[in-house]
């Protein structure tokens, strides 16, 4: 059994754990904040390096399992039909309660909505084609969240390419990387933030490509550090929610937590209650690598 698969435990108790930081995030900052909630938003759940951890660990699980399959025409067709039914189901459920809060809650009185959620749930907004494109994932009207999706998507359609490309070559996969990452600084917010993002899900691909990274350990120190750049390197510079460079500081985090769950031993993240919340998040593309 390989490390990857001994470790799927851990990968999902990281996903849940970054779940948790995102959702209690946004749950504070829904409602016009105080100085405590934003400072407990903002400084104590970095829910922009909690995304980026999604978006690495999509990369690493989700190569682990088009390797497992193939790049045949059958295992590539495979692989987005799975990714289809992954996204688009849940997502459109998130849609329909957006739409009956626009509808039939948004009148009564209720706490005061900050601007940022506000704007999401604007009357004005519910055009032919800001819903058709919220229906396809590529805008996020009645659900905020909804840009990281548009992200997923993205790399999804393109992650067959990337895999196939950054698994010849260690000079090819290193190429990729680093054109991703000048793609990453120069595009800023242009194209709902997926030139932005497509480096992370770069490093995961390079992670589970490369073996000799999975057998990688940090240790302990180099997990804390990691961890603590996740959790605080934004706050030593005002930096704007997509700037890239804290972004792909923050990948290279992620990178290092996953490689030392994959190779280290971090029993601490078998614990039960965490086990639950990453269960509760289970993705369909785990699977095939515990099947291995």
Same mark, same amino acid.
């Given at each position: 059994?390989?490390?990857?698969?001994?470790?799927?435990?851990?990968?999902?108790?990281?996903?849940?754990?970054?779940?948790?930081?995102?959702?209690?995030?946004?749950?504070?900052?829904?409602?016009?904040?105080?100085?405590?909630?934003?400072?407990?938003?903002?400084?104590?759940?970095?829910?922009?390096?909690?995304?980026?951890?999604?978006?690495?660990?999509?990369?690493?699980?989700?190569?682990?399992?088009?390797?497992?399959?193939?790049?045949?025409?059958?295992?590539?067709?495979?692989?987005?039909?799975?990714?289809?039914?992954?996204?688009?189901?849940?997502?459109?459920?998130?849609?329909?309660?957006?739409?009956?809060?626009?509808?039939?809650?948004?009148?009564?009185?209720?706490?005061?909505?900050?601007?940022?959620?506000?704007?999401?749930?604007?009357?004005?907004?519910?055009?032919?084609?800001?819903?058709?494109?919220?229906?396809?994932?590529?805008?996020?009207?009645?659900?905020?969240?909804?840009?990281?999706?548009?992200?997923?998507?993205?790399?999804?359609?393109?992650?067959?390419?990337?895999?196939?490309?950054?698994?010849?070559?260690?000079?090819?996969?290193?190429?990729?990387?680093?054109?991703?990452?000048?793609?990453?600084?120069?595009?800023?917010?242009?194209?709902?933030?997926?030139?932005?993002?497509?480096?992370?899900?770069?490093?995961?691909?390079?992670?589970?490509?490369?073996? @000799?990274?999975?057998?990688?350990?940090?240790?302990?120190?180099?997990?804390?550090?990691?961890?603590?750049?996740?959790?605080?390197?934004?706050?030593?510079?005002?930096?704007?929610?997509?700037?890239?460079?804290?972004?792909?500081?923050?990948?290279?985090?992620?990178?290092?937590?996953?490689?030392?769950?994959?190779?280290?031993?971090?029993?601490?993240? @078998?614990?039960?209650?965490?086990?639950?919340?990453?269960?509760?998040?289970?993705?369909?593309?785990?699977?095939?690598?515990?099947?291995?």
């Amino acid at each position: 059994m390989s490390a990857s698969i001994r470790n799927s435990v851990e990968l999902q108790s990281l996903r849940g754990i970054a779940a948790l930081c995102v959702v209690l995030h946004h749950s504070l900052r829904t409602l016009e904040s105080t100085e405590l909630t934003a400072f407990i938003s903002e400084a104590m759940l970095n829910a922009h390096a909690a995304v980026v951890v999604f978006f690495v660990l999509s990369g690493f699980v989700l190569t682990k399992s088009l390797v497992h399959r193939g790049f045949s025409l059958s295992a590539v067709s495979d692989f987005y039909l799975r990714r289809m039914f992954r996204i688009y189901p849940a997502m459109w459920v998130g849609i329909i309660f957006g739409t009956i809060y626009l509808l039939f809650i948004r009148a009564l009185p209720s706490p005061h909505f900050s601007l940022w959620a506000a704007g999401h749930y604007d009357p004005t907004g519910a055009t032919t084609s800001s819903i058709i494109q919220t229906l396809l994932g590529l805008y996020n009207y009645l659900l905020p969240p909804l840009w990281t999706i548009t992200v997923e998507i993205v790399a999804s359609a393109l992650l067959p390419l990337l895999v196939w490309l950054m698994s010849r070559r260690i000079g090819l996969a290193v190429s990729t990387i680093f054109a991703l990452a000048v793609l990453s600084l120069v595009s800023g917010v242009a194209a709902r933030q997926v030139p932005l993002y497509l480096v992370d899900f770069s490093f995961g691909i390079f992670l589970a490509t490369n073996p @000799r990274l999975t057998r990688f350990n940090p240790g302990p120190w180099g997990m804390v550090i990691a961890v603590t750049v996740l959790m605080w390197f934004r706050t030593i510079h005002p930096w704007l929610y997509h700037d890239a460079l804290p972004s792909l500081v923050e990948g290279l985090a992620s990178m290092v937590v996953i490689a030392g769950l994959v190779a280290g031993n971090a029993k601490w993240m @078998r614990m039960r209650p965490l086990v639950l919340l990453g269960d509760s998040l289970r993705r369909a593309e785990c699977a095939p690598i515990r099947r291995r």
